[in-house]
Every structure is written in C-alpha cells, then in structure tokens.
C-alpha cells in the first residue's frame, strides 16, 4: 500500500494561480497521474508524470520529483469552471493506481 | 461514441438483497477497474481485470465479486448488500494496465443500501 497526501481544500480568485501539492510513499513507484472531477461527475484526466520534471499542457502543469515523493498541480489563468476536485493518483507496478482523498478548489470572482 | 456506460444511475437497496452494478465499454479496452468512492477516502479499487477472462482483487473486495466474460462487460455484484457499501460507484477502461495509458471512467452509480 502507500500514503497520498494533498490538502482538502484550497480557494484563489478567478485569473489568479493555484499549486496543489502531493506527496505520496510507495514501493514500486510507476507513474503519476493528476485528475479533475467536478462534483456529481466522472474523473477526467488531466496530466501524467514518470519522469522528473515539468509537464506543461496548456493552462495546467504538473511536476514530478521522484526522490522526494512529491508532485504539484499548477493551474494558471484561473476561470470559474475550474471549482472542482482535483485527485492525485500514483500508480504501483502494471496496474494499481491508488488515489488521494482529492482537494476541492474554489474559484471566487 | 458513448465510451463507458454505467447503469443504474442510482439505486437504494434493501440490506440483505443481492445487486449487480452493470459497466459497458465500447472502446475494446484490455483492462477494466470497478472503484468506490467516499467523502474524505477519495476512490479505492475494488476489483479490476487486465483483459477479458481474468480478474483480480484490489483494495476493497470483500463483499463484492466481478466477472469479464468478455471485452467490453465487467459487472460488480453485491451478493447480499450492507449499509457500509453505501457508496458511489465508478467503472474505468484502459488500454493496457501499465505505462502512460489513461484509466476512462464511467459516470458513476450512487448506491444507497439502507
């Protein structure tokens, strides 16, 4: 098994910046994968890291440091649609994917 | 393309009664993975099958069992529900269960056992 961590909640104003922290242990470390999910809906996927570094996909980055057990989610130019559950999951071997509880940003004009 | 059905949408159930949760994909994914999720435990792995005649446990099995008879059908049955399986229930489809292929998921199943 393993631990993700990432906070519950967090709320930045519309056109404003927001990184969503997540730190996780596991054994057999095989990629890392960021979520969204408006409330009431399906995840959708958004990003997925193996390697150190930056991932950039338009108005949303992740990052990945593998040695110290870490990922963000940086999401710039915030818009209203963007109030939603955003769930770190980190894949363990060939198919476990094991996620964290999710933080819930609120986007306020 | 409808990509990965779930069906019911919701569902209340007695305690004790047998329900099964049924998923369709329709884009010949290999690997399939029934989750739950709960307020503050986020989504936990329930079964999942890495191509069609195999299945195999994930974090939460015990009181649920799956089968993949084929590609595109994984259904989840409750043999005889209980209160704690109250949940929403969420089926998901890959390509191949390892690498950078994304898991797609169903719109979810919210099941009240009463």
């Known amino acids: 098994g393993q631990n993700i961590d990432q906070p519950t909640e967090m709320t930045a104003t519309e056109g404003a910046i927001v990184q969503i922290n997540c730190t996780y242990q596991?054994?057999?470390?095989?990629?890392l994968f960021w979520y969204q999910q408006h409330a009431g809906e399906a995840p959708t996927f958004l990003s997925y890291?193996?390697?150190?570094g930056l991932e950039e996909k338009g108005r949303f980055s992740s990052f990945l440091s593998r040695s110290k057990g870490y990922s963000y989610l940086l999401l710039k130019e915030l818009q209203m649609k963007d109030s939603a559950s955003y769930l770190c999951?980190?894949?363990?071997?060939?198919?476990?994917?094991?996620f964290g509880a999710g933080t819930t940003v609120t986007v306020r004009a | 393309i409808a990509g990965i059905t779930q069906a019911p949408t919701s569902q209340i159930l007695a305690a004790g009664r047998r329900m099964t949760l049924r998923c369709t994909q329709d884009?010949?994914?290999?690997?399939m993975y029934w989750y739950r999720q709960d307020l503050g435990l986020g989504l936990r792995l329930i079964h999942y099958?890495?191509?069609?005649?195999?299945?195999g446990k994930g974090e939460v099995p015990d009181g649920y069992s799956v089968s993949r008879a084929n590609t595109d059908d994984f259904p989840l049955t409750l043999a005889s529900a209980v209160p704690s399986q109250t949940s929403v229930y969420f089926c998901?489809?890959?390509?191949?269960?390892?690498?950078?292929?994304?898991?797609?998921f169903g719109p979810g199943t919210r099941l009240t056992v009463l």
């Open positions: 998901a489809s890959s390509d191949s269960p390892s690498g950078s292929d994304t898991q797609y």
């Open positions: 596991t054994s057999g470390f095989n990629g």
């Open positions: 890291n193996v390697l150190d």
């Open positions: 999951a980190v894949r363990e071997g060939d198919y476990k994917l094991s």
């Open positions: 884009m010949r994914h290999n690997a």
């Open positions: 099958s890495n191509t069609a005649g195999t299945t």
